[in-house]
């Protein structure tokens, strides 16, 4: 307030101490009976010196300025007793609310009676997350279960395939003779039996329907 000290008529500062003093009570975690009865002294002196904007350029050099959304403010001592401290709660937040719960389902349903189609997609959404929540905590969602069971069955048939073998096997020491002599047939590819390909694998597929022109 130092800043426009001297520039503004005092009431004006005193309009805007008493609305920041009512804001800073309103948005505390735990307000007690204290705490309303100084919630409900700030606000009783921001409608005594609010007044300053609604005079005239002579009385004030203002020419009737109106304050945005203070109506509101007369309404927060009885909602605190009821309902507890709003907690920093603000319009800002419902509205982002309002965008996920009502805009973007809306979009989704047929635009005809869409309140139960508004209603089912914030269900399903809730289920949704819910088992997300469900499967981070089992650590379900570290990898793709798909991913897990494959890689899972590459190593165990790779497992599979070392254990009949074994270590000192016919076939390893037939890959040792070829690869000591001249014919070069060390490198003939039978090492590419054992263990994953290394290529991208197909996770999924994916089908179209046929439109109506492709049937004869």
Not at 165 to 190: F, L, R, T, V
Request: aromatic share 6%.
């Amino acid at each position: 307030m130092n800043a426009i000290e001297g520039f503004v008529p005092p009431d004006i500062i005193r309009t805007f101490a008493a609305f920041l003093e009512f804001c800073y009570i309103a948005r505390r975690h735990i307000i007690t009976e204290d705490s309303l009865e100084d919630l409900k002294a700030a606000l009783q002196h921001f409608h005594q010196y609010r007044v300053v904007f609604s005079g005239t350029v002579r009385d004030n050099g203002l020419a009737g300025f109106s304050l945005p959304r203070q109506h509101s403010m007369v309404h927060y001592h009885d909602n605190i007793k009821n309902f507890g401290s709003p907690n920093g709660l603000c319009s800002s937040i419902t509205e982002s609310k309002h965008i996920a719960a009502v805009k973007r389902p809306w979009r989704r349903s047929s635009r005809y009676k869409a309140l139960s189609q508004i209603l089912k997609v914030n269900e399903r959404l809730d289920k949704l997350t819910a088992a997300k929540a469900d499967f981070t905590a089992r650590g379900m969602l570290t990898n793709s279960p798909l991913v897990d069971a494959i890689l899972g069955a590459l190593s165990n048939d790779d497992r599979g395939d070392r254990d009949d073998n074994g270590p000192d096997s016919s076939e390893d020491d037939a890959d040792d003779g070829n690869s000591g002599s001249g014919g070069g047939n060390g490198d003939d590819g039978n090492d590419a039996d054992h263990g994953p390909v290394e290529s991208e694998a197909i996770m999924n597929e994916v089908r179209l329907a046929r439109d109506k022109g492709n049937y004869h």
